[in-house]
């Protein structure tokens, strides 16, 4: 059974009942001074028993508000500046920060104060609140009974402790500590972890406190640092690091302690020192920036290992780049390199926060690397074995195709490795206990079970694909739809087809399809109400997103044992971000449209008797306001395309409108998309819309070879579609894009005159030139995306050099007739800067009408706040000048020249 409803803002209804245009022609439209108050929800969090909402909601303004709100009655407490919302496992209580406004950050930060928040608790079942200064962070402990607040950071000499404090809730008892530089809370029970790290060292160690009983116990006391505590799951057993520092090196290494039985009088102590264990490797130190992890049953320690930098390499690389003459500074490009120097230095400063994961035996005292130099990816499962990557023997073929590995089985007891698969490239992992291995080859789902050593293909007789073949990158293989997780004991895995949930059999002797969308097009995948939920029961209900391929409707429905897939809602809206409460059957999910702020909508199993528990921007209904709907189009090449139309406020059929034409890909499921009002935003949709535009998103599918002609072949269709309804006047017809969207926006003003302006953010404008570029942010060649990714060229540019020079904005200059913005930040790191050079002094001797504005220091997006609302205004201006015939400014006129010396 399908339930389907609309959800009409006032403003909509109001348009409903007294005549199209009536009710909104009454009202204004925003202006830029009326921005500032829109609101967004940031946060939201259902309290463990389902009986409380606390959300935040920001502002464009900066200022925002923490809004609790109980479920079952129509009551909300808010608090302005509050934020990091956290309930009581025993949903009996709720903490928040309390902050300031931006202009008093400001304030404080000019008088050198610092900003300081407090932290709030209030007591849920009375609604008693009590408010604790200059606290930077807090935790609940996992019964829910006692808080810690951290105080914010001691004197420069103690730098890393402060002062904490433990409250008992309910007896509001307070215990404080002094120095303590870390703390955690055991995964059950009561027991607070900490390091102390006192003055001159003095007191130094590891103590366990139990704020039930009050005991404190040392676990640890020495001069040394300690760090990285880690509970294991469910159990009385911890771990930490200490710190082992060695003057020859700039970084430490860390010997890992742990101790079993905490609670009982004489803990069980272990420690793995790598400085004198016989199978630890000399060239490298255990890190701190990768955290300790128990196994499920407690036998091992995960962690990490890095390598040394001798303290004379930091010197050394100071004098290659000092002003010394007789010292040379020069980096070696050679034209074999798998990776470029560019981007040899960015992994470099990448691995610094990376590290090889290694295995401690605590039983026999054994270390077992598990990762190295060449597998230097390893994922964890929760059981024997491990899955390891290999891309050593296909890094040629990386250079400008695929990244391909090979996969390894790795025995997390032993670290015994085990090929089983080669040359995969799309979606691999292992089971939740570790006995399967999947991956993708030949466009087949495959295991290998580790037991066994067989391999077996799953999805051989399954009458689907579960490989995208629609995908148009020109890639040989296809990637996979994507899978929804492992059920209960490996017994199966949730695949993805187009539509559908199949249920496959982890030893391929069966599979299920779970949710039968395809006849109605509809999108089934599974809903993760909860990111750790890694397995899932088929016994219980499991909740599915639901989404229309064509309709663009979105929702949820839920496959049961015994009813299958029921649709439980499914709306003329995006329905998004469902989750469920820890120990209630209460569900919330946000609903919004693009003329319906979104709200959070709460409610049982069932979903469709969920009520509204939020009202965002309630002062929408004091503006006029524009809609949205779907537009259906065939490329000329006859695909069957859809675009998102959205009309302008206050929308009067009698006329006729300017239409702005936003571009990338894929575009038309923004449809229901609410957009902020925000000058801060360069191309925002709720913008144009208020400025008296259509605005038309059309999606844009494509060719091999021939990426911009494809975008102006459902370019053209998707605007003479709108146009057919004479709501749109032709000769206003505007062009937008960035990045892609501003290649395809510069290469179509070259190949038709139906656009009056356009403008281009941070375009690609030759593509030779941006062939053999460098996509700076991470320092890769751009030959590769342009061969097999975005670019989907298919082969350099000396094999196919019309192409290239056909689908280039550059190479087709003369025929552009249409005034042309580009802007660029001078340090953009994707799309290199000096191809808006090319193109400006191209139009310049092409006498062509087109300005270039460059952003100092800003990379591919603009980041600083003046910047983006230059900007902003300068985008108005220019399609109010050419779309609107409004005055043209002197930036547009007569251009900007430097001043004079």
């Avoid at 760090?227 to 060695?246: F, I, P, S, T």
């Amino acid at each position: 059974m399908i339930r389907t409803f609309r959800i009409l803002p006032l403003s909509i209804a109001l348009s409903a009942v007294l005549g199209a245009g009536a009710a909104a022609q009454q009202l204004p439209t925003l202006a830029p001074a009326d921005y500032s108050k829109w609101e967004s929800i940031a946060v939201s969090e259902l309290s463990p028993d389902g009986r409380w909402l606390a959300y935040t909601v920001s502002r464009v303004d900066g200022d925002g508000v923490l809004r609790l709100r109980a479920v079952a009655r129509d009551s909300t407490h808010v608090v302005l500046h509050g934020s990091r919302p956290a309930f009581s496992s025993n949903g009996n209580w709720l903490a928040y920060s309390i902050g300031h406004s931006d202009e008093e950050r400001e304030r404080l930060q000019k008088a050198g104060t610092p900003a300081r928040s407090k932290v709030a608790v209030m007591d849920l079942r009375s609604g008693f609140t009590t408010t604790f200064d200059d606290i930077a962070d807090f935790e609940f402990s996992a019964d829910g009974a006692f808080v810690v607040f951290q105080g914010y950071p001691g004197s420069e000499s103690n730098a890393g402790s402060r002062d904490i404090m433990v409250r008992d809730l309910d007896r509001n008892i307070n215990t404080t500590f002094g120095n303590v530089a870390e703390t955690e809370w055991q995964t059950s029970g009561s027991l607070l972890a900490m390091v102390i790290h006192g003055q001159n060292r003095s007191g130094n160690g590891v103590r366990t406190f139990d704020p039930v009983s009050g005991v404190i116990r040392t676990l640890e006391s020495d001069t040394g640092e300690y760090k990285g505590l880690a509970w294991r799951e469910n159990a009385d057993e911890l771990a930490v690091l200490r710190v082992r520092k060695d003057d020859r090196y700039t970084d430490p290494t860390h010997a890992v302690i742990a101790w079993r039985a905490v609670t009982l009088p004489q803990p069980v102590r272990s420690v793995f020192d790598p400085a004198t264990h016989p199978s630890f490797p000399r060239r490298h130190r255990i890190v701190d920036h990768r955290e300790l992890r128990w196994s499920d049953d407690g036998a091992s320690i995960f962690f990490g290992l890095g390598g040394w930098t001798e303290k004379g390499d930091s010197a050394a690389v100071a004098s290659a780049t000092s002003s010394d003459a007789d010292t040379a500074g020069v980096a070696v490009w050679r034209s074999d390199d798998v990776e470029i120097v560019p981007e040899q230095k960015v992994r470099e400063m990448f691995d610094r926060n990376r590290s090889l994961l290694a295995a401690w035996r605590i039983a026999d005292n054994s270390f077992v690397p598990l990762a190295d130099s060449v597998v230097r990816d390893v994922t964890l499962s929760d059981g024997r074995y491990a899955i390891g990557l290999d891309p050593s023997p296909w890094e040629r073929e990386r250079m400008f195709g695929p990244l391909y590995r090979d996969l390894l089985a790795i025995d997390v007891a032993t670290g015994e490795r085990t090929l089983f698969a080669r040359r995969i490239q799309f979606q691999y992992g292992v089971s939740p206990t570790g006995r399967y291995m999947l991956f993708v080859r030949d466009g087949d789902y495959w295991t290998w079970d580790t037991r066994t050593g067989r391999e077996m293909n799953i999805t051989a007789g399954v009458p689907t694909s579960f490989i995208n073949l629609d995908d148009d990158h020109t890639i040989d293989e296809k990637p996979p739809y994507g899978t929804g997780g492992w059920t209960t004991n490996d017994f199966s895995v949730l695949l993805y087809d187009q539509y559908d949930i199949w249920e496959v059999r982890a030893d391929g002797s069966g599979a299920n399809n779970l949710t039968n969308g395809a006849a109605d097009r509809i999108r089934h995948r599974r809903a993760w109400l909860n990111v750790e939920d890694r397995v899932v029961d088929m016994a219980r209900p499991v909740y599915v997103a639901l989404y229309g391929d064509r309709t663009k409707q979105f929702g949820y429905g839920r496959i049961t044992p015994t009813a299958g897939v029921e649709r439980l809602v499914l709306l003329d809206r995006s329905v998004t971000r469902l989750s469920r409460a820890d120990s209630a059957d209460v569900f919330m999910y946000r609903v919004e449209g693009f003329d319906d702020s979104p709200d959070i909508f709460i409610g049982g199993p069932g979903l469709a008797d969920a009520v509204q528990a939020t009202e965002t921007n309630p002062f929408q209904n004091e503006y006029a306001w524009g809609h949205s709907e779907l537009i259906d189009f065939r490329n000329t090449v006859g695909a069957e395309l859809q675009a998102a139309l959205f009309y302008p406020a206050g929308y009067d059929p009698g006329r006729t409108y300017p239409m702005i034409v936003d571009i990338y890909e894929i575009t038309s499921n923004t449809v229901h998309t609410y957009r902020v009002p925000s000058e801060r935003s360069e191309y925002n949709t709720t913008v144009f819309t208020q400025n008296g535009y259509f605005v038309l998103r059309p999606d844009i599918v494509y060719r091999g070879r021939d990426p911009g002609v494809s975008a102006v072949e459902a370019l053209i269709p998707a605007v003479e579609a709108v146009l057919e309804r004479g709501i749109v006047d032709r000769e206003r017809i505007g062009l937008i894009g960035h990045s892609w969207g501003g290649y395809q926006t510069a290469f179509a003003v070259t190949q038709t005159d139906l656009f009056s302006a356009a403008v281009a953010g941070a375009p690609l404008t030759n593509l030779i030139s941006m062939y053999l570029s460098v996509y700076w942010n991470t320092g890769s060649t751009d030959a590769r995306i342009f061969e097999i990714d975005q670019g989907r060229m298919e082969v350099p540019f000396w094999e196919d050099l019309d192409a290239y020079m056909r689908n280039s904005p550059l190479f087709n200059i003369r025929q552009m007739d249409t005034p042309l913005l580009v802007a660029f930040g001078d340090k953009d790191g994707a799309v290199d800067w000096h191809q808006g050079i090319e193109l400006y002094n191209a139009a310049r001797r092409a006498g062509k009408d087109m300005v270039l504005l460059i952003y100092e220091g800003e990379n591919h997006s603009l980041a600083r706040k003046g910047n983006q609302i230059d900007y902003h205004r300068r985008i108005r201006q220019w399609f109010d000048h050419y779309l609107k015939g409004g005055p043209a400014p002197d930036w547009i006129a007569a251009g900007m020249t430097r001043p004079q010396t």
